[in-house]
């Protein structure tokens, strides 16, 4: 197996002790059953203050042996290499970030629970996360499927910014692999607003590796036409890329990559280009 199918092999798992399912751990244990070399899987276990601020001030919870027990046993039956850590603090996204760095993982998978109206809407913690991931985070949505069939990448072909054009690398790399892996059909979506900027599709079928038919190019609002296409073919998982921000822009909300994520119902994976 090449370094570039190992890519995923190292992965940390978000766990909400507050919540009964665990989404996320069961997307790591299918990525475990699928991958050949499997995963090595560390638990992050731990409260994000956001939601518990949410919560009117009620900030008492109680775990023991029992529900850790409970909580690893489908790792140990299905004999998963894991490892656990738990952890409470204020600086929740830098946390993570920061076990990305000590652990060297390659994907960080966490669940959205917050799914009104059967969407995205995820909290202030996860937005900042996103924007400071080193490696790729996966948002598994409570209501996809465990096995992917649909991948969708969302690419800007058009720009001449090489940091979009890092990005978009990095985005069909990731998706070329999850096709593989799963033996899933890869889609490609590129919009553009200005019919000044229609993509090259010569250049599209070149650098994708896509088949014609998979390949959806559309004029308009990038989130509307990449959230219409996840639903006309049924995505299972929506790649998209984000560039970091920094100083007041980080603190700023509404970016494209967000008003993509709060309009799917479906899970997504998120490739940050931090340079």
């Known amino acids: ?11 940390i798992v978000v766990i909400d002790p ?4 665990q989404f996320a751990l069961k ?6 059953e699928i991958l050949e070399d499997g995963v090595s899987i560390h638990l992050y ?8 601020r949410k919560g009117q001030g009620v900030f008492q919870f109680h775990c023991d042996n029992t529900w850790f027990a409970d909580l690893v046993k489908p790792l140990t039956e299905a004999n998963i290499n894991y490892t656990a850590e738990v952890f409470w603090t204020e600086d929740w996204h830098r946390s993570i970030q920061d ?3 000590r652990r060297d993982a390659q994907l ?5 629970y917050t799914t009104e109206k059967n969407q995205n809407d995820l909290s202030p913690s996860k937005w900042s996360l996103l924007r400071i991931a080193d490696c790729p985070v996966l948002i598994v949505h409570p209501t996809a499927e465990l096995q992917r069939k649909t991948i969708l990448a969302a690419v800007n072909m058009q720009t001449d910014n090489p940091r979009y054009a890092e990005l978009n690398e990095k985005i069909l790399k990731m998706s070329r692999l999850m096709a593989q892996s799963y033996g899933a059909e890869k889609h ?3 919009a553009y607003e200005d019919s000044m900027e229609f ?6 079928l070149r650098d994708t590796e896509a088949d014609q038919k998979n390949i959806h190019v559309q004029q308009g609002n990038p989130a509307t036409i990449i959230s219409t296409v996840a639903d006309d073919i049924d995505a299972d998982v929506v790649v998209i890329g984000t560039l970091a921000r920094r100083g007041i822009l980080a603190a700023m909300r509404g970016n494209t990559c967000e008003e993509i994520i709060k309009r799917l119902n479906r899970d997504v994976m998120i490739i940050n280009c931090a340079h």
């Open 1 to 11: 197996m090449s370094s570039t199918e190992k890519i995923l092999n190292n992965v």
């Open 18 to 21: 507050a919540e009964k399912t």
């Open 27 to 32: 997307r790591a244990m299918m990525m475990n």
């Open 45 to 52: 276990i731990t409260f994000e203050m956001d939601k518990l």
């Open 99 to 101: 076990m990305v760095r």
């Open 108 to 112: 960080i998978i966490m669940s959205d």
């Open 188 to 190: 490609i979506v590129n």
């Open 199 to 204: 993509p090259d599709r010569a250049k599209l």
